[in-house]
Nanobody, 121 residues
Framework: QVQLVESGGGLVQAGGSLRLSCVASGRGFTINTMGWYRQAPGKQRELVAG???????NYADSVKGRFTISRDNAKNTVYLQMNSLKPEDTAVYYC???????????????WGQGTQVTVSS
């Protein structure tokens, strides 16, 4: 069984920075893609930043130039560096990974438990 565990959320003032981390753990798997989503109260979950299967990155327009996604393949870890945070960035941030377990034909999505990011004005 694969687990995704996020860390790094918290409370920060507008203009500040946070760095989120997500580690995938378990046995016998490979990661196809990893990314970050967020869900604010009363809103749908949305993609914030992610890696495609080819290794390129994509970002939501609202975070371009402020957030940077990176990954350490050896550690099965993805990071989200968030700078110049705004109150509208307040949300629960979820790590997502498309994972192929050994012995399976198809990959499937996994989600972390979420980490709260609160930006005060």
């Amino acid at each position: 069984q694969v687990q995704l565990v996020e860390s790094g959320g918290g409370l920060v003032q507008a203009g500040g920075s946070l760095r989120l981390s997500c580690v995938a753990s378990g046995r016998g798997f490979t990661i196809n893609t990893m990314g970050w989503y967020r869900q604010a109260p009363g809103k749908q979950r949305e993609l914030v930043a992610g890696f495609t299967g080819g290794g390129s990155t994509n970002y939501a327009d609202s975070v371009k130039g402020r957030f940077t996604i990176s990954r350490d393949n050896a550690k099965n870890t993805v990071y989200l560096q968030m700078n110049s945070l705004k109150p509208e960035d307040t949300a629960v941030y979820y790590c997502n990974a498309q994972i192929l377990s050994y012995g399976s034909i198809f990959s499937r999505p996994y989600w972390g438990q979420g980490t709260q990011v609160t930006v005060s004005s």
